[in-house]
């Protein structure tokens, strides 16, 4: 018998974290409820308000409280490059090591066929749209140099290239299979201005 069906059930909860199996969020929930009722009621509030009030930019399909996101609706920002990433970890990443001031688009995952991600779960009909407007001029590809980076980037560069706008992609500092969010930002910064044609 339980001594708290209330506690079973915030166990059961804690494991839609990633990497958290039962034990480890048996030890979060004793932590919590034993030494930091406060902090768990910051996180409840902060949980239910980020569900409820951040959904995608419809432009770049960055997370947003807004339907433009800040950097889309930046008319500093250069609309000529458009920088693919795949996820908004990378996006802040590249936007706070490097000097880039374009645009981005935010995949959100990368092109997997056998688990069902095709190029619509990627916003890359939306994107297409985007080229197709034709102030795009050069469409840089920040996507991890793994397998299912690769596949990504090669989509896109076709894409792109039916389109005539050029395509280039961060090459130099980053390890094969690497995850570019995780670079530091001097090799990203200097992948970022090494990017070459692809
Ligand atoms: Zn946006």
Request: proline content about 5%; glycine content about 8%; hydrophobic content about 40%.
């Amino acid at each position: 018998m339980s001594a708290s069906p209330l506690l079973d059930q915030l166990i059961e909860a804690l494991r839609c974290l990633p990497g958290v199996g039962p034990r480890s969020a048996g030890r979060i929930a004793y932590h919590l409820l034993e030494r930091d009722r406060e902090g768990a009621l910051q996180l409840a509030d902060a949980l239910r308000e980020a569900v409820e009030k951040v959904g995608h930019c419809e432009r770049c399909r960055n997370f947003s409280e807004t339907p433009l996101c800040a950097i889309c609706s930046d008319a500093r920002r250069n609309g000529e490059l458009l920088c693919v990433v795949e996820n908004p970890a990378q996006l802040a990443a590249i936007d706070q090591a490097t000097h880039f001031r374009g645009v981005y688009h935010v995949l959100m995952g990368r092109l997997s066929p056998l688990d069902g991600i095709g190029p619509e779960e990627l916003g890359l009909d939306r994107l297409e749209e985007r080229l197709r407007e034709g102030e795009v001029r050069e469409l840089i590809l920040a996507v991890s140099p793994t397998v299912e980076g690769e596949v990504t980037a090669h989509y896109l560069s076709e894409m792109a290239r039916a389109l005539n706008i050029r395509v280039t992609r961060l090459a130099q500092g980053v390890p094969m299979g690497g995850e570019l969010e995780s670079l530091d930002s001097g090799t990203l910064t200097q992948a970022f201005e090494l990017r070459r044609d692809y």
